[in-house]
């Protein structure tokens, strides 16, 4: 009985604020809203038994909502929501789509036969889910790894100021690189 | 609390999400609409775990995948806005048809 009132509370909060992140016009309400959201998700995860995951979802979705914001601030058109302003386009359309998507998702889910319940969950979730990462499924951890690293070198080197042609110009094998601070024993 | 209902949440929040990564001009608010979608991903593989099959790890190893997207998608995305605006000043998706100087 508790479970099901809790899970309702975060359900219904849960779409409500994810609803309400494309209506606000203050982008820190925005942001708030979507953390919410995903807070709730977090919760619902605790709900089904996966303590691990579900404090990792909460602990890394408040601070990805927290450099969210930060980035809202730098790049949005009217981060204080101030001006009351549009920022959709082909709403319509989109409004459609999503309906036609949810009501597909709706359907299937209600229509589907799911198989029935096999074996039951372990004591420790977080044991076995360690167990699963470092044995049978040690290449979508690796995988994995290997993903967070090249996102790494790639936002570095994305977000860095002066590449390559900025140093040597259009001319590659140019030495020295006109470098703001020159690298080496020299410096 | 059943499957269907856990589902028929994950589908929401799917669709809202789609929804908000569909109208959205700013790449920021674009990517919050990603994360809501990611997050009804989540709801879904926990429920297909807790409730089919809690005995094999593979719905939980799906969460740990669908965090690991969030996070990728997230960091990926804010340096591709910043390298956008740094080469030409847009921050909209109807102005940036492609990242070249």
């Known amino acids: 009985m508790t479970e099901d009132i809790v899970f309702w509370v975060l359900a219904v909060l849960a779409v409500a604020s994810g609803v309400m992140v494309f209506r606000f016009d203050s982008m820190a309400r925005a942001t708030y809203a979507l953390l919410l959201s995903l807070l709730c998700v977090g919760g619902e995860v605790l709900l089904l038994g996966l303590d691990y995951l579900g404090v990792v979802i909460v602990l890394m979705m408040t601070i990805e909502m927290a450099l969210m914001a930060v980035f809202m601030v730098m790049f949005m058109m009217n981060p204080a929501g101030l001006m009351p302003m549009s920022m959709l386009h082909n709403k319509k359309g989109a409004a459609v789509i999503c309906t036609t998507v949810f009501a597909a998702l709706a359907t299937g889910i209600l229509l589907a036969r799911w198989p029935a319940r096999r074996g039951r969950p372990p004591t420790d979730p977080t044991m076995s889910l360690g167990m699963s990462l470092m044995g049978p499924q040690m290449l979508t951890m690796v995988t994995l790894g290997m993903a967070l690293f090249a996102t790494i070198v790639s936002t570095v080197v994305l977000s860095t100021r002066r590449g390559r042609y900025d140093r040597f110009g259009d001319d590659l094998r140019t030495r020295p690189a006109d470098d703001p601070v020159p690298g080496g024993g020299g410096r | ?101």
């Open chain 2, 1 to 101: 609390m059943s499957l269907d209902l856990l589902l028929l949440l994950a589908a929401a929040l799917f669709s809202i999400g789609l929804f908000g990564a569909l109208t959205q001009q700013s790449v920021v608010m674009l990517m919050m609409g990603l994360e809501l979608m990611l997050g009804g991903v989540i709801v879904g593989a926990a429920a297909i775990w807790h409730f089919l099959t809690p005995d094999a790890a593979d719905g939980q190893v799906l969460v740990v995948l669908a965090v690991t997207v969030m996070a990728v998608e997230m960091a990926v995305g804010f340096a591709v806005v910043t390298a956008l605006f740094r080469t030409r000043e847009v921050d909209t998706t109807d102005m940036a048809a492609e990242l070249k100087r």
